[in-house]
Structures are given as structure tokens and as C-alpha cells.
């Protein structure tokens, strides 16, 4: 079973940066595809940015030119940079690992937030204007 842990969520005025870690298990960052997604109340979860096992990053509109997703293998972690945070990124930010071959799958984006599926346990981060 995988296990991610997500830290590094707080409180940021608009304009300001943030960056979220995760923590996983043993190769779990090298193997995977492994994504960053966020859910605010009332609404669904969002895939924001993903990476696969070759370390090739994908970004939704979003978030592209704004946040940027990375890895340290040698960590077992994976770190989202969000630069010009805006008070519409305020949400639980959640860290997720899919498919060992490494591969992102189309749907990677819309991962079910559910059991079948490895979850950390979220990050808040709030931005206000």
C-alpha cells in the first residue's frame, strides 16, 4: 500500500507563494505517476499537475505558468511551487500516486478521491485578497 503525506499548506496573501511536499513511499516517486489535486468546498476535486515515472510534467490551464511540479527521487517526494497564489486557489490541496508502470494515463486528471486509489491526506492552503 502506498503512503503519501502531505505537508507545507498555510495561510498567504494573494500574490504570495506556497510550496507543498510530499512524502512517499519507497519508490513510489521514482515508479509512478504520481499528481497534485485540490478540492474547495462545494466542489470537485481538480487535477492540477502530474508527473510520470520519466519525470514528464503536465499542467492543467489552471495552474500552468503558475504552480510547477517537481520530484526527488532520492527523497521519495513531490513538491508543487505555487508562485502568484490567487484567493481562487484556496483549497485542500491532496498529493496522489496512480499506475506503477509510470505512466499518466487521459484520465489521471479525474482520478476517483476514493479508496481504490492512493490519496494522502490533504493540505490546506488559503489565500487571501
Known amino acids: 500500500q502506498v503512503q503519501l503525506v502531505e505537508s507545507g499548506g498555510g495561510s498567504v496573501q494573494a500574490g504570495g507563494s506556497l510550496r507543498l511536499s510530499c512524502e512517499a513511499s519507497r519508490y513510489t516517486v521514482m515508479h509512478y505517476c504520481m499528481g497534485w489535486f485540490r478540492q474547495a468546498p462545494g466542489k470537485e476535486r481538480e487535477g492540477l499537475a502530474s508527473i510520470d515515472g520519466y519525470g514528464r510534467t503536465n499542467y492543467a490551464d489552471s495552474v500552468k505558468g503558475r504552480f510547477t511540479i517537481s520530484r526527488d527521487t532520492a527523497k521519495n517526494a513531490l513538491y508543487l511551487q505555487m508562485n502568484s497564489l490567487k484567493p481562487e486557489d484556496t483549497a485542500m490541496y491532496y498529493c496522489?500516486?496512480?499506475?506503477?508502470?509510470?505512466?499518466?494515463?487521459?484520465?489521471?486528471?479525474?482520478?476517483?478521491?476514493?479508496?481504490?486509489?492512493?490519496w494522502g491526506q490533504g493540505t490546506q492552503v488559503t489565500v487571501s485578497s
Open positions: 496522489a500516486a496512480d499506475n506503477p508502470g509510470g505512466h499518466c494515463y487521459s484520465g489521471f486528471f479525474q482520478l476517483p478521491p476514493d479508496s481504490r486509489n492512493n
